[in-house]
């Protein structure tokens, strides 16, 4: 018998399935700390690059904190990555039409994250960036989901609801698009 | 299926076997699809380290875990986290050289405690054991024997701290033959056992002025007999020590023939809680450091009434902010916050060593788990009774580290508080 509470470095092991089991008995707060370690950096991602401005925040820490109550309420979890990344892109597309009815404002900078780069690469990035907003959301999502979350093309079906085929074609067609914009700048990193 | 989307097949490991062939024949003979080869490769490059660099802002941590009612974690991301620890331990095996400074420093502290003469050989009312004298002085019937000799077998004098339990006073002057000790001074308890077991290093009769007093110490411990314990004219408590064997006033404090370590009459325990305001990124803190995750502990080692080794121990964050270099020729900048753990050895210095509410200062240098540092605290310390002290102080580190040749500095700069114990 232990008598200590557990820490969420002693769930390390455990599946996501039984993490959001635990979620609902003492050892939530354990268990949300491990869920979080798990997909903060990947979600963030994808809000940053989605949203690019401090609405990433926003959606950002809402999308734990629904995901927190959605399952406190007993909600069963087959796939918690994928349900955090149908929170995030619901909550994406909810702050984009929000977005779309309202003054914009400059976009703020932030401290974090940083990605400070040789000069080639990051303009490199910047136009990447540039080349992902002229995306339509569709292939945008399915890029970063594949390229800045490393899921596979089942798991970025599975969020996305679209068949495999349609994913990988997805991502192609991301990836050849931007890199039509690309072209006459990759030619010169050359 | 185009080449074309072979080729991006082919990238994502998806293109079966059979097929790749024909593609490859394909590349050979077609320089367009090898350009777009080399570029769709260039971009998954940069795209792979953009995303690596992604790390959560502290603050939006803290948002979520505070809107759910939970303590933030003190690192986010495992990956990230851990990747980060192990990659600044790795280029420095910190924690070695932690303990090794650790160890090394507190070795030159002893070491120089038993070469050094206290500060009390020339002022023998500095000589008094921290924990002596604490209260106001005492009227004592007092009279000082000439200098001291060696002690006889019965002649110990029992020390340590009591409470006066009687008035009713008998001369007593056999016990304290041989001793110097003031016999007069003491009158005869008629509870003699509560002092039995009291163990030598002290002084007594130090409320006098320096020039009638007569302090006496031993470095040894040696039994004692039961004696007629001492009551004094004051019924408030005093902090008596002796010894059954005289001192010259000259004497350090702290002699340590055979012995490296001092052997003081106590050690003091402190725990403390610290919130802290990084002086690199305000974004940061105070609440990022706040919370009992900051704390640390330490071990003071009394040298003389006015001052104290300590050995201290516990873990802060620190915002780090460096450039890592990739080995493709790019860079990523890390902002972090971690928690580290950290170690020294210092000094402390309280100015009132009397008083009820005693100032100090205090140096530590050590190390914490991404390299050396060092601490400067000032505050002061509420005696609540004989043992248990209350403390409040202001407290600045710096820590040094160095990643890819360039060094850093991140200092902290936060108020500590807690509880100390002198056991």
């Known amino acids: ?190 | 299926m185009s080449y074309q989307e072979k080729l991006y097949e082919f990238l994502e490991q998806e293109l079966p076997v059979e097929q790749e062939n024909e593609l490859f024949t394909e590349l050979a003979s077609n320089a367009e699809l090898r350009s777009e080869m080399k570029d769709v490769l260039s971009m998954n490059r940069a795209v792979a380290s953009d995303a690596r660099a992604f790390t959560v802002p502290v603050g939006s941590v803290k948002s979520v875990f505070s809107t759910l009612g939970y303590m933030a974690p003190a690192a986010v991301g495992a990956g990230a986290a851990t990747g980060f620890l192990a990659f600044v331990k790795s280029g420095y095996g910190v924690a070695a050289a932690s303990l090794l400074s650790a160890l090394v420093t507190t070795g030159v502290f002893f070491g120089l405690g038993g070469v050094i003469p206290s500060s009390d050989t020339t002022e023998p009312e500095v000589a008094v054991p921290v924990i002596a004298e604490r209260f106001e002085p005492i009227e004592m019937d007092m009279v000082l024997l000439p200098a001291p000799e060696p002690p006889k077998a019965n002649a110990a004098v029992q020390s340590g701290v009591f409470n006066q339990h009687t008035q009713t006073r008998e001369r007593v002057g056999a016990n304290a033959d041989g001793l110097g000790l003031a016999n007069d001074a003491v009158t005869q308890d008629k509870q003699p056992d509560m002092h039995q077991g009291i163990h030598n290093n002290g002084v007594v009769g130090t409320n006098l002025p320096p020039a009638k007093r007569n302090v006496v110490e031993s470095s040894y411990s040696y039994a004692i007999e039961p004696v007629h314990a001492m009551s004094v004219t004051d019924s408030r408590s005093i902090d008596v020590f002796s010894s059954g064997k005289a001192r010259p006033e000259s004497a350090p404090l702290y002699s340590l023939p055979g012995s490296f370590f001092p052997s003081p009459d106590y050690f003091v325990v402190e725990v403390r809680q610290m919130t802290t305001w990084s002086m690199d990124n305000p974004d940061v803190s105070p609440a990022a450091n706040a919370g009992p995750a900051n704390f640390a502990v330490s071990l003071g080692i009394p040298t003389a009434k006015e001052s104290r080794v300590v050995l201290d121990f516990g873990r802060e964050s620190y915002y780090m902010n460096f450039t890592q270099h990739l080995n493709n020729g790019g860079s990523v900048t890390h902002r972090k916050n971690p928690l580290m753990w950290w170690g020294g050895v210092g000094y402390r210095h309280i100015f009132n060593p009397d008083g009820v509410v005693q100032p100090f200062t205090q140096a530590v240098i050590g190390a914490a788990e991404a390299g050396p540092m060092g601490r400067l605290m000032a505050g002061a310390e509420v005696s609540l009774s004989t043992s248990i002290k209350l403390f409040g102080a202001v407290e600045g580190s710096s820590m040094f580290y160095s990643l890819d040749g360039t060094n850093y500095l991140s200092s902290n700069l936060g108020v500590v508080y807690g509880l100390s114990l002198n056991l």
């Open chain 1, 1 to 190: 018998m232990t008598l200590r509470r557990k820490t969420h470095s002693d769930l390390r092991k455990h599946s996501d399935e039984h993490l959001c089991g635990l979620l609902q008995t003492n050892e939530a707060e354990a268990a949300f700390t491990e869920i979080f370690d798990r997909y903060a950096v990947r979600i963030h991602a994808y809000c940053y690059k989605i949203l690019k401005n401090e609405d990433a925040e926003d959606v950002f820490q809402d999308t734990f904190v629904r995901f927190h109550r959605t399952v406190e309420k007993g909600t069963e979890v087959t796939n918690l990555s994928g349900l955090l990344f149908k929170i995030a892109k619901n909550l994406c597309i909810n702050k984009k039409q929000s977005r779309s009815r309202r003054v914009m404002l400059p976009i703020q900078d932030y401290d974090f994250p940083v990605e400070a780069h040789s000069g080639d690469k990051k303009e490199l990035l910047g136009l990447i960036d540039m080349a992902l907003d002229m995306l339509d959301d569709t292939y945008k999502e399915a890029f970063v989901l594949r390229e800045y979350d490393g899921m596979s093309f089942k798991e970025i079906a599975e969020t996305l609801d679209v068949t495999v085929s349609t994913a990988k074609i997805r991502v192609f067609r991301a990836k050849q698009k931007i890199r039509k914009v690309l072209a006459p700048y990759t030619r010169e990193f050359a």
